[in-house]
């Protein structure tokens, strides 16, 4: 129990913080100094509470205390606001659809009377161009026919005054290769000489081909072509004669015979797998151009270095450009004589 005098009502004489003094190792309350007016009146916002022996002061706040401020207006009644609406993105695109249409159609409608307006200058227009044109008779058509006949006439006159392009520019060169003195295949004597090809007095089937280069140059000689006659396989090698393709590629038979001297068994005649071309002797060289001017002429910067018989010596079949034709044809003229 906390005597009388001491600082239990503190808060209406003096602050709390003077009750208290220091001594030492602890804190310990003495009697307060300063006198207590216990004649001065409790405060309007303070209220003195007796609990168990000791008085304590409640504070009581100044709002409750003071009455309620009397508004001076009349109290109006309620009114109640009603909500807005929602409104739907379907009407609204509607609405909108329906206001573009309305500007379309507006326009549409200006556009129709600028036209209406414009209609009679064009009906003008038009019937002058009809009162200028010529009025066509029926007989017309024949006239027509006779021009179309007329144009005919002078194409097909063109076309024969035109001068016919050179037949060696279509025309493909090449070389072939045989051998003129006797050789046994296979118990058979593949002899061939531009003399013996002369004293042919029908094409003569150029076959024995058995390399796939040889015979891819084969299938591409056209009738028409032009070749050269070289002998090989002797004392002095080297171009001799000319001879013409008269009859494109077709399956070389004599693979399929065992007794020819080139038979190849796995040809077969459901699959041939070479063939030949026809041949026909068109001149001889008085002299020939031999094997050792041929390498001379095609040495690198000559005028044969990128023929392909000198490349590929061992081709018995080979191809000559227009060029080199010309070249080896010049070589030959000069060598002909009485």
């Not at 606001?81 to 609405?95: C, G």
């Not at 040809?267 to 070479?274: G, L, N, T």
Request: contains cysteine; charged residues 30%; proline residues 9%.
């Amino acid at each position: 129990m906390v005597p009388k005098g001491w600082a239990t009502s503190r808060v209406a004489c003096a602050p709390w913080w003077l009750s208290l003094a220091w001594q030492g190792p602890g804190l310990s309350q003495r009697p307060c100094k300063f006198p207590i007016r216990s004649d001065r009146p409790p405060s309007s916002h303070t209220t003195k509470v007796n609990i168990s022996g000791f008085e304590a002061v409640r504070f009581a706040s100044a709002a409750s205390k003071m009455p309620k401020r009397k508004s001076t207006h009349a109290e109006e009644p309620a009114v109640a606001v009603p909500e807005p609406r929602r409104r739907s993105m379907r009407l609204q695109r509607t609405e909108d659809e329906t206001e573009s249409k309305a500007v379309k159609n507006e326009k549409a409608s200006k556009a129709a009377i600028k036209t209406e307006e414009d209609e009679p200058s064009t009906k003008k227009t038009r019937t002058s161009k009809q009162e200028t044109e010529p009025v066509v008779n029926k007989s017309s058509p024949p006239a027509k026919k006779a021009t179309k006949k007329a144009v005919k006439r002078e194409e097909v006159e063109e076309a024969s005054s035109s001068p016919a392009p050179d037949e060696s520019e279509e025309k493909n060169y090449w070389l072939l290769k045989a051998e003129p003195e006797s050789r046994y295949e296979n118990g058979v004597d593949v002899k061939f000489s531009i003399d013996d090809l002369a004293a042919k007095t029908e094409p003569e089937p150029w076959d024995g081909i058995r390399n796939y280069a040889a015979r891819n140059n084969l299938r591409a000689m056209k009738k028409g072509d032009l070749a050269f006659f070289y002998h090989s396989n002797c004392k002095e090698p080297g171009i001799v004669g000319t001879m013409e393709i008269v009859k494109e590629h077709s399956p070389d038979l004599s693979a399929h015979d065992p007794k020819a001297p080139y038979y190849d068994p796995k040809s077969k005649p459901s699959d041939p797998k070479w063939s030949v071309v026809h041949v026909k002797f068109h001149e001889k060289f008085n002299k020939p151009i031999t094997l050792k001017e041929l390498r001379e002429l095609g040495a690198p910067g000559g005028p044969l270095d990128k023929m392909q018989m000198i490349k590929q010596s061992r081709l018995s079949v080979s191809k000559v450009s227009a060029s080199e034709w010309k070249f080896l044809m010049a070589i030959a003229e000069r060598s002909f004589g009485p």
